[in-house]
């Protein structure tokens, strides 16, 4: 690709306009081989490529269309090209265009108020996606009775996403609550000693509880698609 000019591989190529601000080479045919289409990380990245990917992501048939990490600059620059798309500053998505509605439904769950940012992107990622997402806050370990109290709720979802800072110890109290699988993202929240979250990470590695699924520190994102496999895997079309 030369200079100044957008791409989208695969059996879309040359379907992207040229002329955008940098050189992109966007996977058109990854919704084919993974059945989830490239989404656009806009952490690092100008407003301006933002909104080109998505520009070319728009002239294929992908859905959703998604720039995760994205600020309120990029949003504007991607609602200059797409004029329905919508932001969401909590979870830091910008949905240029939605998937169509799918069976199941997923429930995140959070140990605090301040593991909510984390939680909003995956939830809001799962709905871009289709699915049914629920959030409960704040109802960590500290307060097991909190967690208790959900218990009904948990149990009534196809999947579980448990997202927690410092120790790191929701999703086993989780899972052994609930025959749901149970996704765990660890946060970066806490003092010290939690290394940014890497101890709550660590800590749900080493899970009693059988089964828990791990993805990366503060990758609600990560937590939202495999989430997505889960229910796909089980019969839910993607």
Not at 22 to 48: I, S, Y
Not at 199 to 210: K, N, Q
């Amino acid at each position: 690709m030369q200079r100044g000019e957008a791409g989208v591989t695969g059996e879309a190529a040359g379907a992207a306009g040229a002329g955008q601000p940098e050189a992109l080479q966007l996977d058109g045919a990854r919704a084919q081989r993974t059945g989830e289409p490239e989404v656009v990380f806009g952490e690092g990245k100008t407003p301006a490529q933002c909104a080109a990917a998505v520009t070319g992501l728009l002239t294929t048939d992908a859905a959703p269309v998604l720039v995760t990490r994205a600020d309120p600059a990029d949003a504007e620059a991607v609602a200059a090209v797409a004029s329905g798309a919508r932001y969401d500053p909590e979870a830091c998505l910008i949905v240029a265009r939605p998937a169509p509605r799918v069976a199941g439904s997923v429930t995140v769950v959070t140990g605090g108020t301040s593991d909510l940012p984390v939680a909003r992107e995956c939830a809001a990622v799962l709905d871009a996606f289709g699915v049914t997402a629920e959030v409960i806050a704040d109802v960590g370990v500290a307060g097991v009775h909190r967690l208790l109290g959900v218990r009904d709720r948990l149990a009534a979802a196809d999947a579980v996403v448990a997202v927690a800072g410092m120790e790191g110890t929701l999703p086993t109290a989780v899972a052994g609550l609930v025959s749901a699988p149970v996704l765990a993202v660890p946060t970066s929240v806490g003092y010290g000693a939690a290394f940014e979250g890497l101890a709550a990470l660590l800590s749900m590695l080493t899970s009693c509880a059988p089964g828990v699924m791990v993805v990366n520190i503060d990758g609600g994102f990560h937590a939202a698609l495999a989430a997505r496999r889960v229910l796909a895997a089980g019969g839910t079309p993607p």
